[in-house]
């Protein structure tokens, strides 16, 4: 039996996950239809799908860059705001309020 040794480029564990994330960003662009767009995220899980803290999500709201709702006391983001935020930011190299 003969082992096959592949050659993988060197990348560093942050750059992999950032090509893994952005794989799975236009995965998920592609199979969202319907009521899947308007599923609730929660402030862990947003940020989490945008890629950044909860800090960072807190001062994309008071910048008025993200959009939330209230159920109660919790807020909650609409999946497809965060893809519309997600689109806005490769246009403008940012997410942009306007």
């Known amino acids: ?3 096959t040794i592949h050659a993988v480029p060197e990348m560093s564990t942050n750059d992999l996950f950032t090509g ?3 794989i799975i960003r236009s995965e998920i ?4 239809k ?12 947003a940020a989490q799908f945008l890629g950044i803290t909860t800090m960072t999500l807190w001062k994309w709201e008071n910048d008025g860059r993200i959009k939330f709702h209230r ?11 965060l893809l519309a935020s997600l689109e806005t930011c490769k246009k403008y190299g940012r997410v942009h309020n306007g």
Do not use: C, P, W
């Open 20 to 22: 893994i994330r952005e």
């Open 29 to 32: 662009k592609t199979v969202v």
């Open 71 to 81: 159920i109660g006391k919790k807020k909650f983001y609409k999946y497809s705001e």
């Open 34 to 45: 319907g009521d899947l767009a308007e599923k609730l995220l929660s402030q862990n899980e």
């Open 1 to 3: 039996m003969t082992e």
